[in-house]
């Protein structure tokens, strides 16, 4: 079984400000990792995506997300908000071992505001 | 251009009516997914299509139904069956449907079902 969580409803930041939107996954093989965004009444476009090698992957937008096997965690950074980065964030998983296909189970999401 | 259309954008009907809401995509991709989307949750998968003529169930199939008569096609039916199908309603399709397939998903713009 494979799952994921995004232990925060919401995070709030400054313009400007690095941020960061937690996530931490469970699987029992080696994880597929990935970051989708969503703006209100849109589809989900996707971010960027951990498959292997280096722990820290770059993305659209200026994002970035560090992976790191021992915590579980695969955490979405940004140096500098921007206002226009608010938005909807979801993080989603697929197990390596897993037969079902180009399954991604996805997190709750977590709400990014970014104050001016 | 391409991508994923979903229509209509919004739609509305009487309770006890069946609907179908579309899906298409035109970057030839094998697999393509329905989830429902509710507010301040994640996504949920309703069912999933690794090729023509074949789709499985997703963790919430009670109530829904699908075809893939084309590679390009996944129509989704809402039936009077499902007990609460006021939601928003997210099609999306990838690369690879099996294997240590890779790949991320590709969403359409979504359709929100309201049923009263």
């Known amino acids: 079984a494979q799952s994921v969580a995004q232990p925060e409803d919401q995070v709030n930041v400054a313009e400007g400000n690095p941020l960061t939107v937690k996530c931490t996954y469970s699987?029992?093989?080696?994880?597929?990792l990935f970051w989708y965004v969503q703006y209100p009444n849109r589809g989900l476009q996707f971010l960027l995506k951990?498959?292997?090698?280096?722990?820290l992957v770059k993305g659209s937008y200026g994002f970035e997300a560090e992976f790191n096997k021992s915590q579980t965690s695969f955490h979405l950074k940004k140096p500098s908000a921007l206002v226009s980065d608010s938005a909807l964030y979801f993080c989603a998983v697929r197990d390596i071992e897993s037969n079902a296909g180009n399954m991604l189970t996805f997190g709750g999401g977590t709400r990014l505001m970014v104050k001016p | 251009d391409g991508g994923i259309t979903q229509s209509p954008k919004y739609l509305f009907r009487k309770e006890g009516q069946n609907v179908t809401l579309s899906c298409e995509q035109n970057l030839n991709h094998d697999a393509m997914y329905w989830y429902r989307q509710d507010p301040g949750q994640g996504l949920r998968l309703i069912y999933y299509?690794?090729?023509?003529?074949?789709?499985q169930k997703g963790d919430i199939a009670e109530g829904y139904s699908v075809s893939r008569e084309k590679k390009e096609s996944f129509p989704l039916t809402v039936t009077s069956a499902q007990k609460n199908p006021t939601a928003f309603y997210l099609c999306?399709?990838?690369?690879?449907?099996?294997?240590?397939?890779?790949?991320?998903?590709?969403f359409g713009p979504g359709t929100r079902l309201t049923v009263t």
């Open positions: 951990y498959i292997t090698g280096d722990n």
């Open positions: 299509s690794q090729i023509v003529n074949d789709f």
């Open positions: 699987v029992s093989g080696n994880p597929y």
């Open positions: 999306a399709s990838s690369i690879g449907g099996s294997g240590r397939a890779t790949y991320e998903q590709y």
